[in-house]
T-cell receptor
């Protein structure tokens, strides 16, 4: 009965490849997020979607493209992977948008550790 | 620009001690502040969420306080146990941007 799940858990790939990370939440939430945690453990927002619409798009290279086929899924596709993309990527979800329901806790997935060789 | 700082970066204590983790933020325009726990190789677990209008929240042995005007929060852990060993992350939800801004965490080790 996992609330927020991500696949794969580990991803090792060569520079220049294209890869995808999938995220699913079964909490009935409207908003989903992608975060990146770098080697210094610093977590930063990348994207957020509300009801399949892009709400937050941080200054992220356009090699990163989120896709939300429905409210319960937010996938992250990365083109032409670079060494600096190596990190742990976390998906999260919350019931509503900040401001609308500012009380909402964000629920995080277990993370996907991406290693680019 | 909102910045969140956590002190100390690492902490090692013997079992049974009471301890305090500190978090400071530069912009008081927040909806709420959350404390998370992260275990190695795992995701984040929300421990406590304090609304901007609240002063503190308690859950079991955990107590978190919020002083929005001074930009500070503390997480108090009573009677620490080895199972409390983890990284504790503080995050504020900015009311200017709607983004959750994280500190870099305090890595806690509780020795038996």
């Amino acid at each position: 009965d996992t609330a927020v799940s991500q696949t794969p858990k580990y991803l090792v790939t060569q520079m220049g490849n294209d890869k995808s990370i999938k995220c699913e939440q079964n909490l009935g939430h409207d908003t989903m997020y992608w975060y990146k945690q770098d080697s210094k453990k610093f977590l930063k927002i990348m994207f957020s979607y509300n009801n399949k619409e892009l709400i937050i798009n941080e200054t992220v290279p356009n090699r990163f493209s989120p896709k939300s086929p429905d409210k319960a899924h937010l996938n992250l596709h990365i083109n032409s992977l670079e060494l600096g993309d190596s990190a742990v990527y976390f998906c999260a979800s919350s019931h509503g948008l900040a401001g609308g329901r500012g009380t909402d806790t964000q629920y995080f997935g277990p993370g996907t550790r991406l290693t680019v060789l | 620009k909102q910045e969140v700082t956590q002190i100390p970066a690492a902490l090692s204590v013997p079992e049974g001690e009471n301890l305090v983790l500190n978090c400071s933020f530069t912009d008081s325009a927040i909806y709420n502040l959350q404390w998370f726990r992260q275990d190695p190789g795992k995701g984040l677990t929300s421990l406590l969420l304090i609304q901007s209008s609240q002063r503190e929240q308690t859950s079991g042995r955990l107590n978190a306080s919020l002083d929005k005007s001074s930009g500070r929060s503390t997480l108090y852990i009573a009677a620490s146990q080895p199972g409390d060993s983890a990284t504790y992350l503080c995050a504020v939800l900015s009311s200017n941007t709607g983004k959750l801004i994280f500190g870099q965490g305090t890595t806690l080790q509780v020795k038996p």
